[in-house]
């Protein structure tokens, strides 16, 4: 009868719980410093847990904390990194040639009216935009250094932004002339998720949350009346 021979881990040393116990009373020092500095954003502010997350951040990316902490926003309760820090961590990896943007015009200006829903007192209220624009196709791209080939991230278009309701979400940057900036900041972070992934760390960039379909989850308010409508009556005990 064969007998399975199962890898034992080695047992754990003293010198390394005494290195991972100095190395995260470090790490609490540090957030404590940077969340009591007003140069970072509030959310960092006087939170040494968000700082010491984006302190770990930082380490694995092999970047400055101060430098991840200034470009991490929160959107909707998740991190981000922004579009901006995203194609710096790109160009400053030594994998790739600065990254470059290729616009190509596919059509000549037209006008489609977008129909999108928002969330007004806990309703969905329909709205109209007439979108003016001329259709336009963006990639992201770079000469990848160990191989000398050029590397294209997914085109990115802004019939594209109109079908993902990017276009339709109130106050969106995809309505105003910043339309050429955005489209070069998604299909930069569509190529850094494809080609570089472990800078991203799966998190998307602020652009990419704020474009996202917000839902009114705001629970009604309750009268008094109707609170204690629900509770049922407690009978008194009988008489001994």
């Not at 929160?74 to 995203?86: E, K, N």
Request: proline share 7%.
């Amino acid at each position: 009868m064969s007998q399975e021979i199962t890898p034992q881990q080695p047992p754990v040393t003293d010198v390394e719980i005494q290195r991972e116990k100095a190395a995260f009373e470090m790490l609490q020092r540090q957030a404590q410093m940077f969340s009591s500095s007003s140069l970072v954003p509030k959310e960092f502010t006087g939170n040494i847990a968000n700082c010491a997350i984006g302190i770990n951040i930082a380490k694995r990316l092999g970047a400055d904390p101060f430098m991840v902490l200034q470009n991490i926003d929160i959107i909707h309760g998740r991190p981000s990194f922004r579009a901006t820090f995203l194609i710096a961590m790109v160009n400053a990896s030594g994998r790739f040639e600065p990254l470059q943007f290729e616009m190509q015009e596919t059509a000549k200006e037209t006008s489609k009216t977008i129909t999108f829903e928002v969330w007004e007192n806990q309703k969905k209220v329909s709205r109209e935009l007439k979108y003016t624009y001329t259709p336009t196709t963006c990639i992201a791209y770079a000469k990848d250094k160990a191989s000398g080939s050029i590397i294209k991230g997914p085109p990115v278009s802004y019939d594209m932004a109109i079908t993902e309701g990017w276009v339709g979400k109130s106050g969106s940057k995809w309505q105003t002339e910043m339309r050429e900036l955005m489209i070069r900041y998604r299909a930069a972070a569509f190529f850094a998720r494809l080609y570089a992934p472990d800078i991203t760390l799966g998190m998307m960039t602020a652009e990419e949350l704020r474009d996202t379909t917000e839902r009114d989850v705001t629970p009604p308010l309750a009268t008094t009346s109707k609170l204690f409508a629900s509770v049922p009556a407690i009978a008194e005990p009988a008489p001994v």
